[in-house]
Structures are given as structure tokens and as C-alpha cells.
């Protein structure tokens, strides 16, 4: 994880160019109705804020400059035994931006929308990250927005692991195949054994979409530069035949889908309503 983050620090440092500032203000430090806030940074998983759907759950750090979303699958769905499955940890979305001085910093969940809000600011630049599961379309999307051009490295990647348990996922691990092109980003992730409910990896595919900006893959991961808004919307799947691949099917679902967030989150907001 550590040669991970290097790698994003330096592409980053690499690809910063000088920005300029949005005509639009973004409204950041809100208080959610429903939810809460912390204006400190998490500093273990035990502290992250949770996103979800009930198949579908997302765990978010809130970093800053490194952030790291730990993504979770539900094996299947089978009615009221469901609950009481565990989550598959499947893999992380992991996003570089700029490593500068924060003045203030605030994350919040809103327990209304699902979403989960990480705002933070230096003395020049103001910065929000919004990721929320959507029920309607079973995708994670997560939005960038700043003040000024956008900078950052996206890149999927395994989920983190104690060092007790790194030998025991590397064991039973057939495969990890992690990929990054003209705008994709893909992972799959092969098991030597079955589970319980049948599934034998898992899968992920991310659309990016940008307004303004450029995109170019380096090294596995996608380096934006110049943008005004960075989207991401993410497919994850469980697997129950590894050796046919979703990735396809999972691309023709993700162009489907409307690339603006707040058209997403409408439609995410009116499916929780009739739930």
C-alpha cells in the first residue's frame, strides 16, 4: 500500500499544472437534517463513514490527499437470512490529490440522501468529495469539485489487510488482475476455492467522466489533469463463474447510466423513498 502511495504522490506531483478558479460557488460544511459531522480525519477503518444499498457497501476514509473507499459486496440476496451475511471485501478505490496544508476540514454522512461528504480547504483552494451507493442503479458514484481545476490519480486495488491475514488472502487468491484504460478502471480478483453461496471472485469496473480536463493512464491507474468535475461511477459484481468475465456486461450497464451526479442521486433518493 505504501509503494501505491508513492506511486500516486509522484504521478500527481508530476502532472499538477497551474489551475484557475470555477465561476461557481460550491456549497460546502453543511450540517446534514439527518446524520452527522466530524471535523477530524478518521484514523482507523473503525472510524470511516458507511454508504450502502444492502447489497452493496462502501466504507470511506475521508482523506484527504489520500483517500481510500473500501468497497463490499453481499454474496446474494435471499430474503431475511441476508442480513445476517457478511460482506465480501472486494476491493478499494484509492484517489490522489494534492498534499497541501488543510484549514479546516469537515466529513459528514447524511443519513437521508446516503451520502457521505469529505470538504477541506487551504489557503487557496477549496475542495468536496461526495460518494453515496445508489439503490437505483446498484453503482458507487463518487464526485469531485473544487473552486479551481481538479488534479488527481484514481486507481482500483485490494482491499488493505492486517499483516496476520496477508498470507492467508494470498493463499487462497487464484488472481488479481487490476487494469486502467482510456478512461476505465477495472479489477478482478480470482478465489482458488468457492465460498459458501458459490461465488469465486469478484469484479469491478469504474466509468470516469469528466467536465473539462484530460485524462491518460500511467502504471495501472488514470491521471486527471485541468478538470472541472471528476465522476465516477463503479460496478461491482460477486463472481459465481470466474472464467467468464462480467467486465462486458458490467460497461454496458455503467454507459446506461446518466453521467451527472445529481440526476444519479435524484434517482438514487426516489427509489429509498418507495422502499
Known sequence: MNRNKNILVLLFALSRMHSTLHAQPIPVYRTPEKGYTKTQLASGWQGAMLSGNGSTGALVMG???????????????????????????????????????????????????????????????????????????????????????????????????????????????????????????????????????????????????????????????????DADEVLLLVKISASRNYDVPQLEKMKQSLLSKPGNYDSLLQRHIKKNLKM
Open 63 to 225: 482523506w484527504p490527499d489520500y483517500e481510500t473507499i473500501l468497497l463490499a459486496v453481499l454474496p446474494e440476496k435471499d430474503g431475511y437470512d441476508n442480513m445476517r451475511q457478511p460482506f465480501i471485501p472486494a476491493f478499494s478505490l484509492i484517489i490522489g490529490q494534492q498534499q497541501e496544508d488543510i484549514r479546516r476540514y469537515q466529513r459528514s454522512a447524511n443519513f437521508k440522501t446516503g451520502e457521505v461528504t469529505v470538504d477541506w480547504n487551504n489557503y487557496h483552494r477549496l475542495f468536496q468529495r461526495r460518494v453515496f451507493v445508489s439503490a437505483a442503479d446498484s453503482i458507487l458514484v463518487m464526485q469531485i469539485r473544487s473552486d479551481q481545476k481538479i488534479f488527481c490519480t484514481l486507481l482500483l486495488a485490494p482491499p488493505p489487510a492486517e499483516p496476520s491475514d496477508k498470507k492467508i488472502i494470498t493463499d487462497g487468491t487464484r488472481e488479481t488482475v487490476v487494469k486502467a484504460d482510456s478512461g476505465w478502471l477495472s479489477f478482478r480478483c480470482g478465489w482458488k476455492e468457492k465460498n459458501k453461496k458459490g461465488q469465486e471472485g469478484v469484479e469491478g469496473l469504474g466509468r470516469l467522466i469528466l467536465k473539462g480536463g484530460r485524462v491518460k493512464t500511467e502504471n495501472g491507474l488514470l491521471t486527471v489533469t
